[in-house]
């Protein structure tokens, strides 16, 4: 599986879409959720419900708000006004320690002073009721699950950043919580780790039969791991959708470019020619062709153009059959390996990114800086939005 | 020639605070223990100068003869001396007790604190230093006596009858040895708290304990170094106290600082004082070798975990 597959597909879990279903009882409810800092509103009226089972992501920049409405689930923070509901109970005013809800934290704060055993056996203690071996089983039990029962003894401080994060894994999991929360869970580690764990939480999460709800600001994190995305902004819940609906039918600009790459132009819808949809742009002279997924006209009020770079198509020779196809001059390329992605000035200013698959091993590519090339993509391929 | 300049330029961070040490604490040491094994006479100095001019290696073994163990077998045969010690040892540590006592929530809501409000409290908490400490000890003087400050306001409030003897009683040398060194309590230990990651804390709360819990279970261990750090700060120089003893206490406050600063100042008698005070030193090494080590393991343990 290449990354770029990861990214277009929609998470693994397909065929589980509990949202979908309207009878379904969502685990918990966020309802007119409304977080302020003085003046500051850090949450801004979320609602959100998210199903059982779910590995449920919140995506965006840091500042938006994301990590309050995780604490606020969790029980740090108490929201200014709205409620909050788990398993059909508001828990509001619930302290932490009396929720069903465990977290792993971004610094994973693993108690400095404690062994991996002593702080994974932590919660277990608090409990209450269960017997001195009960709970010795259900560490081992744990250890085992994140692959460090050799490391029972030793102290956080002798671990690497890797094996930390696992050991904050398997503690808040040892109390069986019916929803797991992970604050930004792979932040600290290198990338190579990163994406092994990604699918290693996965895996756990399908294992366990666990709702997941993961923090974080990396969108190729959110795609890979979750079975729905939701993308805030300032506080405000922009879109919510399995990775593949909000990667291809972003609804607001901000989402578009928030997750993947995109290219992004100002429109101004002229009149309908056929089942295309004309609107005039900076790209050129000539009108850019929209076409709707279901072939219903573009409505008069959309404002911005945006077309992901592996839906454009660059080359030397002009194409024929696409109503999109534009000239312009290569002004960057951005060679990553696997892929180019080309920085095509279409007009001054005005500038389109597409993206090649270096399919050959070829130590120069064909088309290079300051070249004459040809743009085209398909009328479908380009989605519009109101702003 | 180059390299040994290099070497010594290297090492000059090391040899700076060794030269401190010797000029300013091992050679005044080395003066007074040779001070206490001197003999005692009537005149100036007051004790038999020993080590004036070693003239030859002959002449150094007459002088090493004139020294004397007499001062520490008085130390010894007096059990005054004893006494006085236990007396130190045991006000030092109830008096350390009570600072903790009093330090440590003092230190806890400092940290608890909004964050613009915490150099103000550091502030308030250092601001006693810059008045003289004599200075300090005397106003407790004024506010404990028979007619003072604490006394009026008790009989206006009409709380008590006839006026208490506060003064020259062992409750004063609590007082003022607490008072006096509270803020090397509530310092160490603060900053300590104040180093705590927050998510400590709440992740002990997440995992199902109580703030209670919590508290004990994490924030108290993750603090001892400060505590540590704050018992000896207080212990060590509450032990050889003799100011406090001095003003406040009576005749029947018994502490080895104030014996010291008797033999010293009013029986003039340098090699018995110095005999107390290398004694005082020797008792004091073990602690302070301890918060060394204390010290030193909690540095490594910084480490690692940085």
């Keep these: 599986m290449t990354q770029q597959d990861t990214l277009i597909s929609p998470a693994p879990t397909t065929g589980f879409s509990p949202w979908a279903e309207p009878d ?27 199903y059982q089972r779910e590995f449920f992501a919140l995506l965006g920049p840091s500042g938006c708000g994301k990590t309050t409405l995780m604490r606020m689930l969790a029980g740090f923070e108490t929201p200014t006004s709205g409620e909050i509901i788990v398993d059909g109970k508001n828990i509001v005013d619930v302290a932490p320690d009396k929720r069903p809800i465990n977290m792993m934290f971004q610094s994973y704060a693993l108690f400095p002073h404690m062994s991996v055993e002593q702080n994974v056996a932590f919660g277990l203690h608090r409990a209450g009721g269960a017997a001195k071996s009960e709970i010795a089983d259900r560490t081992q039990r744990m250890l085992k699950l994140v692959q460090l029962d050799a490391f029972a003894k030793r102290k956080p401080g002798q671990l690497s950043g890797g094996q930390k994060q696992r050991v904050a894994l398997a503690r808040a999991l040892a109390r069986s919580p019916k929803i797991l929360l992970l604050d930004e869970p792979l932040a600290a580690l290198d990338k190579k780790l990163r994406e092994q764990t990604q699918f290693e939480l996965m895996n756990i999460q399908e294992e366990l039969g666990l709702t997941f709800l993961i923090v974080t600001h990396d969108q190729q994190e959110a795609m890979t791991v979750s079975s729905r995305i939701g993308v805030m902004r300032a506080g405000q819940l922009q879109q919510i959708g399995t990775p593949g609906e909000v990667y291809e039918y972003p609804q607001t600009g901000f989402v578009a470019d928030f997750i993947g790459d995109t290219s992004l132009f100002d429109i101004e819808v002229q009149g309908r020619e056929g089942d295309y949809t004309l609107a005039k742009w900076k790209g050129a002279d000539s009108p850019v062709y929209l076409r709707s997924v279901d072939d219903s006209p573009v409505s008069e009020a959309a404002k911005v153009f945006s077309v992901r770079p592996e839906k454009v198509t660059v080359s030397r020779e002009k194409p024929t059959g696409e109503p999109n196809v534009f000239a312009g001059k290569v002004v960057d390329i951005a060679y990553s390996g696997s892929q180019s992605v080309y920085h095509v000035e279409l007009a001054p200013g005005v500038v389109i990114k597409a993206l090649d698959t270096n399919r050959l091993r070829l130590v120069s590519s064909t088309i290079t800086w300051n070249d004459q090339v040809w743009v085209s993509w398909r009328a479908r391929s380009g989605v519009v939005l109101g702003s | 020639m180059m390299s040994a300049v290099r070497g010594l330029t290297r090492r000059l961070p090391i040899l700076i605070p060794f030269f401190w040490l010797l000029v300013f604490f091992l050679t005044p040491f080395f003066i007074v223990l ?50 006085a010690f236990l007396s130190s040892l045991r006000i030092a540590a109830v008096a350390t007790f009570f600072a903790l006592l009093i330090g440590y929530p003092l230190a806890y809501a400092m940290s608890r604190a909004p964050r613009s409000w915490q150099p103000i409290l550091l502030m308030a908490v250092i601001l006693p230093f810059w008045t003289s400490y004599l200075i300090r000890i005397y106003a407790w003087k004024a506010i404990l006596q028979k007619n003072g400050f604490l006394n009026n306001v008790l009989m206006e409030l009409s709380v008590i009858t006839e006026p208490l003897t506060l003064l020259s009683t062992p409750f004063a040398v609590y007082l003022g040895i607490i008072y006096t060194y509270l803020p090397f309590m509530v310092l160490p230990v603060y900053s300590s708290l104040e180093k705590i990651d927050p998510s400590y804390n709440e992740a002990a709360r997440d995992l199902g304990a109580s703030g209670l819990t919590a508290f004990w279970r994490v924030t108290v261990p993750l603090s001892l170094p400060g505590v540590i750090a704050g018992c000896f700060l207080v212990f060590i120089p509450a032990m050889g106290e003799w100011v406090i003893p001095d003003l406040l206490g009576g005749s029947g406050t018994l502490m080895i600082g104030k014996q010291l600063a008797t033999e010293l100042f009013n029986n003039n008698d340098w090699p018995v004082a110095a005999a107390v005070a290398v004694c005082m030193i020797m008792v004091l090494i073990v602690p302070i070798v301890i918060f060394q080590r204390a010290q030193e393991s909690d540095q490594r343990r910084r480490q690692e975990e940085g």
Excluded: C, H
């Design chain 1, 24 to 50: 379904r009882e969502p685990l918990v409810q966020f309802r007119n959720v409304t977080k302020r800092f003085g003046s500051f509103v850090a949450v801004d009226n979320v609602s959100l419900n998210i």
């Design chain 2, 34 to 83: 040779q001070i206490s094994f001197a003999e005692f006479q009537y005149g100036q100095p007051p004790y038999v100068p020993n080590f004036r001019k070693v003239e030859g290696v002959g002449d150094f073994f007459n002088q090493l003869q004139m020294m004397t163990l007499y001062s520490y077998e008085i130390l010894l045969s007096d059990n005054l001396y004893w006494k």
